[in-house]
Every structure is written in structure tokens, then in C-alpha cells.
T-cell receptor, first 115, second 115 residues
């Protein structure tokens, strides 16, 4: 089945450690996105990539880094510089064939907890 | 940048009643307005979307209306059922090419449908 796969579902990290969240899509979408969700808030854009080997900062990029070496993959690294990393992280992709090329598909999320 | 405000934050209705959720946006260049449903611990799923060249769109029990002049759009759910209970998010995007997934989200509405 086509879709977006995020792993792991739950992730625990000690303070001061970097951690990488995985996002893979087999929808042949050009664009991929990372969002952060905090309780009682909407999703906020961290980084996005519209094409391989290129990406742009979103609204809350500080303390995060990404890479886009393959069309199918867009991993997110939460660095030790991120002051409050505990959150639910969602990956999305868009840019498929007409007529559904407007729809952004989301993965099932990774819940990161700093212990 | 874009700012999306969503109301109400919580909505409780009896099964069979209608539910209405309203959003306003600030960027007149936004042209794509999706609505997402999110169940606990899962990623958001698109339920309906509308583009700026359309004033209303309906899909069975769900409809969305858009007023470009006033910069607001609304989600209408008729004949609500307990399985409609979830968090609903509105979003806005300038769209175009691979940018449809670059979304600004509202804060979310927790909808509870009582049997």
C-alpha cells in the first residue's frame, strides 16, 4: 500500500543527546514536511523540502536539522540545542499526480519524550 | 506570515445534531483550505478541502464554505455520529506546485458527539 511511514512510534531521549526520526514515503511525492504538535495547539512547520537535495526552514526550525538525499526519505534530527523537544512529530508529503496533487498525506507520528 | 484562528476549541453535540467549526485567516494570498480529522495518537487525515475559486463544497455529511472577502471558512457536519468524535483542524496554504503541504494550522477543535 502507498503511504508514509514514520518510525519509531515512541522515542525516549536523554537530555543532551541528538536523536533522528525517520520518515519514508512511497507515494512518489516531490515535497515532504515535518510538523511539531504540542498539546492543545495546532501543528507547526519545522522544515520542508520541495525537491531532493534542497530544503527550507519553517516557522520553528531552531534546534532541528534535516536532509533530503532521496526522494522517498526525509529524516529529522532533534539536536541537543532544541530547548523543549518533548512533542508529537508528524511527517507529511504532497505533490502527487493530478487530480489529488493538492492533498498532503500525514504519517502516524513519532512521540518523542526527553527523560 | 499567515495566521489561522479556529473556534470553538471544544464542541459538544448530541448524536444527529449538526456541528459547525469556524476559521479565519490573515493572508489574502492563501488559496487552499483543507480540513483534517485527527484521532488520538494518530496523524491527521484530510476530510475535505476547498480552493479559493470555489465558495462551497460538499461531500455526503460534510461541507465547507469559504468567504474570501471576509477571509473565513467553515466546516459543517450534519447528522453527527459518535465516530465523528475527534480533533478537527483547519489549515491554509498559498498552494501551487509542491507547496500545498506547506500549511498553517488552526489550534484545533475537540468535537464530542454524545450518543
Amino acid at each position: 500500500d502507498g503511504g508514509i511511514t514514520q518510525s519509531p512510534k515512541y522515542l525516549f531521549r536523554k537530555e543532551g543527546q541528538n536523536v533522528t526520526l525517520s520518515c519514508e514515503q512511497n507515494l512518489n511525492h516531490d515535497a515532504m514536511y515535518w510538523y511539531r504538535q504540542d498539546p492543545g495547539q495546532g501543528l507547526r512547520l519545522i522544515y520542508y523540502s520541495q525537491i531532493v537535495n534542497d530544503f527550507q526552514k519553517g516557522d520553528i526550525a531552531e534546534g532541528y536539522s534535516v536532509s533530503r538525499e532521496k526522494k522517498e526519505s526525509f529524516p529529522l534530527t532533534v539536536t541537543s540545542a532544541q530547548k523543549n523537544p518533548t512533542a508529537f512529530y508528524l511527517c507529511a508529503s504532497s505533490g502527487g499526480a493530478l487530480p489529488r496533487n493538492t492533498e498532503a498525506f500525514f504519517g502516524q507520528g513519532t512521540r518523542l519524550t526527553v527523560v | 506570515g499567515e495566521n489561522v484562528e479556529q473556534h470553538p476549541s471544544t464542541l459538544s453535540v448530541q448524536e444527529g445534531d449538526s456541528a459547525v467549526i469556524k476559521c479565519t485567516y490573515s493572508d489574502s494570498a492563501s488559496n487552499y483550505f483543507p480540513w483534517y480529522k485527527q484521532e488520538l495518537g494518530k496523524g491527521p487525515q484530510l476530510i475535505i478541502d476547498i480552493r479559493s475559486n470555489v465558495g462551497e463544497k460538499k461531500d455526503q455529511r460534510i461541507a465547507v464554505t469559504l468567504n474570501k472577502t471576509a477571509k473565513h471558512f467553515s466546516l459543517h457536519i450534519t447528522e453527527t455520529q459518535p465516530e465523528d468524535s475527534a480533533v478537527y483542524f483547519c489549515a491554509a496554504s498559498r498552494g501551487g506546485g509542491t507547496s500545498y503541504g506547506k500549511l498553517t494550522f488552526g489550534q484545533g477543535t475537540i468535537l464530542t458527539v454524545h450518543p
